[in-house]
């Protein structure tokens, strides 16, 4: 369906505008669904991130800083989800003792537990909203949008 059929739009949209449109609502039904998976888990997507992050450290510890660099989300507040996260036990925290300022986090092996059960759900999610594409258009689509924000 196309974008100005979805938003009912009665005037022609250049090009330019047709993509961030359709980013914009692509990113939002992916969302959508995604957070389906999340809510019986009660995570959010910024918190499965940081647990993916930490999952793989393979056992080391990182510190708000790595955790900040590798978000997708990179406005997210780091210490509001660590310490949400904090909260269910799926991370501990802990102060650096080479360092008093850093901080160090973990996953838990509640942690753990929990993206092992969400990995074959989320696996189900990506292939959903790939199967209308085959690999080559799939690589394409990945070349586009990082050529695209590409600034």
């Known amino acids: ?11 022609a949209l250049e090009d330019s505008k047709r993509v961030i449109l359709n980013i914009m609502y692509t990113q939002n039904v992916i969302s959508d669904k995604f957070n389906e998976i999340m ?16 999952r793989g450290q393979k056992g ?6 790595i955790i900040q660099e590798r978000m997708l989300a990179k406005n997210s507040n780091t210490t509001r989800l660590i310490d949400k996260l904090l909260l269910k036990d799926l991370v ?6 080479d360092n008093r300022r850093k901080i160090e986090v973990l996953i838990t092996q ?13 696996d189900e999610h990506e292939m959903f909203f790939a199967k209308n594409l085959n690999q080559e258009e799939l690589a394409q689509l990945n070349h586009l949008l990082e050529k695209y924000r590409t600034i």
């Open 110 to 122: 509640k942690g753990l537990d929990v993206l092992t059960e969400l990995d074959p759900k989320v």
């Open 92 to 97: 501990t925290r802990e102060v650096c003792p």
């Open 60 to 65: 080391k510890p990182a510190n708000m800083c």
């Open 39 to 54: 809510k019986p888990y009660d995570l959010s997507s910024e918190q499965y991130n940081v647990l993916r992050i930490l």
């Open 1 to 11: 369906m196309k974008i100005e059929d979805i938003i009912k739009s009665t005037v």
